[in-house]
């Protein structure tokens, strides 16, 4: 997609300095304006990273949704560094939902990705 320079930053603005889908920071060059449709999101126009790029290909982001709730079996059937890791208990796999960040930059401009603030912590709870 063609986009002046201006309009570029200012995409790469509208979501943070971040990639519309998985929420990496960007790089100042290296990523792509990326046509999704207003159905998902103002101006029907996303800043992707270079890997969700690659990743997703040509797919709708409901269809890169999809093939993305794959990884993790595909990761462990094919994977023996993924397999061995999860027998040694060097990680785990949780089942999330997938959201994109695109979806959470939008309605709440306090998101920040730290595992910290993940839980609420609840004072009252503690005693
Ligand atoms: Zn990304």
């Not at 200012?10 to 990523?31: H, I, M, T, V, Y």
């Not at 409901?62 to 093939?67: D, G, I, P, Q, S």
């Not at 990680?91 to 595992?115: L, N």
């Amino acid at each position: 997609m063609n986009l002046s320079k201006r309009k570029r930053e200012a995409l790469r603005e509208q979501f943070r300095g971040c990639c519309a889908f998985c929420g990496s920071k960007l790089p100042s060059r290296e990523w792509h304006a990326e046509f999704i449709g207003e159905d998902y999101v103002k101006g029907g126009i996303v800043a992707v990273c270079t890997e969700c790029r690659s990743t997703k290909g040509s797919a709708s982001p409901e269809a890169f949704r999809e093939l993305l709730s794959q990884q993790v079996e595909r990761a462990q059937r094919h994977s023996v560094n993924f397999r061995t890791a999860l027998r040694f208990g060097l990680c785990r796999v949780k089942v999330s939902p997938i959201v994109f960040w695109f979806e959470r930059c939008e309605s709440s401009p306090a998101v920040t990705f730290s595992p910290n603030l993940a839980t609420p912590h609840n004072p009252a709870s503690a005693a």
